[in-house]
């Protein structure tokens, strides 16, 4: 039997039931780097939390490990931990400031490939329970499309597409969405929640927004939902080297309010209510599905 269809038959006998999944998951791309995806990742999570949610950030940016450096803590362990050495989801999860929790996913997707039986339908299953604890898992990834960060967004169902009006970062946004399209994704039951970082003024943004809208309905037959707009702060840069995120260090500057609304926005999407959450363990499930083609 070769490799993909051994994983195809792992998941299809996989025990877990995932009906009742509840976490919602949403994941955190760019076609450029260093557009603010991992701050973006830690201060809607914080945002969230206030909001009463309990979130998880997955840091799916493999080897960079952007969101440790963030919050300045280092995770003792990681998903493969979890696999090798049959620990707990619990003991897998670091706690950050206000409650918020999140792991490190180790090495990556490609390490999924060398799982056998047990370890996957494990790790689904661990997978699942945190799918019961968290109300949010947001997936910080790397840039680009790398085949790793697309399968990412290939199995998930909700995503933010942060982009800055840098031309350079919007042309490689576009790369994104036109590497979704290329890869036959299936659009139906997926949004592209396009976030504009790094605007001068709401106007810059809507700017950004309605070109990159129109670029993509006219050649992709594809609808991006604009999410909104977060300023530029020095604020934030300040922050970054003082490893506290802002809405923390600095919760009345113009990035925090940007923050909280974004977070407003999130759980008020009607569209969303409307859907049953999926959670990690089915995403994982179809990334494991994905590379195993
Ligand atoms: N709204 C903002 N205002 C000012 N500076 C910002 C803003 N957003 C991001 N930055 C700057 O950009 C830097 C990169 O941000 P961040 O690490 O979150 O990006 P990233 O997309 O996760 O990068 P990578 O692709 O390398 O993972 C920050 O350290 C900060 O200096
Ligand atoms: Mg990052």
């Known amino acids: 039997m070769d490799q993909a269809s051994h994983l195809r038959n792992i998941i299809k006998g996989s025990q877990v039931n995932m009906q009742d999944s509840k976490a919602r998951v949403i994941t955190v791309t760019s076609g450029k780097g260093g557009v603010g995806k991992s701050n973006i990742s830690v201060n809607l999570a914080i945002n969230l939390r206030r909001q009463g949610k309990r979130v998880v950030i997955f840091d799916a940016d493999f080897g960079l490990a952007n969101i440790e450096v963030i919050f300045g803590i280092v995770p003792k362990n990681n998903l493969f931990d979890l696999v090798y050495k049959n620990m707990e989801i619990t003991e897998i999860i670091t706690q950050g400031p ?6 490190s996913g180790g090495n990556g997707v490609n390490d999924i490939i060398n799982l056998d039986k047990n370890q996957i339908d494990y790790m ?10 968290a109300d949010v898992i947001i997936i910080d990834t790397g840039a680009g499309i790398s085949n790793s960060v697309m399968d990412f967004i290939n199995a998930s169902n909700e995503m933010i597409l942060v982009t800055t009006p840098e031309p350079t970062s919007v042309t490689d946004a576009y790369a994104v969405i036109k590497a979704m399209k290329r890869r036959r994704m299936d659009m139906t039951d997926r949004k592209i929640n396009l976030l504009v970082n790094k605007v001068n003024s709401d106007q810059d943004g809507l700017e950004v927004y309605e070109k990159l809208n129109k670029v993509c309905k006219r050649f992709l037959s594809i609808e991006l939902n604009n999410i909104g707009f977060l300023p530029n702060d020095r604020l934030l840069e300040k922050s970054v080297i003082e490893q506290k995120p802002v809405s923390i260090l600095y919760p009345k500057s113009s990035i925090s309010k940007g923050f909280e609304v974004l977070a407003d926005r999130i759980l008020n999407e009607t569209s969303y209510k409307e859907e049953k959450s999926k959670g990690l363990s089915s995403l994982f499930s179809n990334l494991i599905k994905i590379k195993g083609k």
């Open 98 to 103: 206000y409650g918020v929790e999140f792991i």
């Open 124 to 133: 689904i299953r661990m997978l699942y329970k945190l799918d019961c604890l």
